[in-house]
T-cell receptor, first 112, second 114 residues
Framework: EPEVTQTPSHQVTQMGQEVILRCVPI?????FYWYRQILGQKVEFLVS????????KSEIFDDQFSVERPDGSNFTLKIRSTKLEDSAMYFC??????????FGPGTRLTVL | SQQGEEDPQALSIQEGENATMNCSYK?????LQWYRQNSGRGLVHLIL?????REKHSGRLRVTLDTSKKSSSLLITASRAADTASYFC??????????????FGTGTQLKVEL
């Protein structure tokens, strides 16, 4: 199974601070995704990214969130001003096509 | 009910027994996938079944799909303690022009006891 790495594994931040979560996917994968999972709840889709632009986003993905591939390999999720309710596990995923998505181990974000 | 609901919510069995988990969904799908999640860890892809397929096997896993009932089942045969995890179904919608976001179900917590 192709590997995806995410950094950091755990991020603690104060409410109102900006955080950047990073994902390093396989270079020949074209589709990238971010999902989140609030403790004890479902995994929720945030955004998909294809050909260096957002292809789809959910209602959760409001103006506080942004994604980019700053150097053509890393894939980042930025939360501009964190809220308590942003505390969750954030998963990066990627796929070669529209089928199987491979997930990273996640970043646990704790907002105090 | 919401898109992608599994039942039972929790299942406890003895090692060697079979475990069956069910998933229901509401909209038309392109494919349905099953994932496993060990406590606090990432999601591991198990198997994908397309909307034109009825059954698929992979090792000890057997997945069925009934698009008329909008339901799927995951069977794990001869379970092992290492199978203890949460299992999620996730659907990819049938959307003109593509679109491949996964919509996850609520999950089944499987515990396999020695």
């Amino acid at each position: 199974e192709p590997e995806v790495t995410q950094t950091p594994s755990h991020q603690v931040t104060q409410m109102g601070q900006e955080v950047i979560l990073r994902c390093v996917p396989i270079s020949n994968h074209l589709y990238f995704y971010w999902y989140r999972q609030i403790l004890g709840q479902k995994v929720e889709f945030l955004v998909s990214f294809y050909n260096n632009e957002i292809s789809e986003k959910s209602e959760i993905f409001d103006d506080q969130f942004s994604v980019e591939r700053p150097d053509g390999s890393n894939f980042t999720l930025k939360i501009r001003s964190t809220k308590l309710e942003d505390s969750a596990m954030y998963f990066c995923a990627r796929s070669r096509d529209t089928d199987t998505q491979y997930f990273g181990p996640g970043t646990r974000l704790t907002v105090l | 009910s919401q898109q992608g609901e599994e039942d039972p919510q929790a299942l406890s069995i003895q090692e060697g027994e079979n475990a069956t988990m069910n998933c229901s969904y509401k909209t038309s799908i392109n494919n349905l996938q099953w994932y496993r999640q060990n406590s606090g860890r990432g999601l591991v892809h198990l198997i994908l079944i397309r909307s034109n397929e009825r059954e698929k096997h992979s090792g000890r896993l057997r997945v069925t799909l009934d698009t008329s009932k909008k339901s799927s089942s995951l069977l794990i045969t001869a379970s092992r303690a290492a199978d203890t995890a949460s299992y999620f179904c996730a659907t990819v919608p049938w959307v003109t022009g593509g679109g491949n976001k996964l919509t996850f179900g609520t999950g089944t917590q499987l515990k396999v006891e020695l």
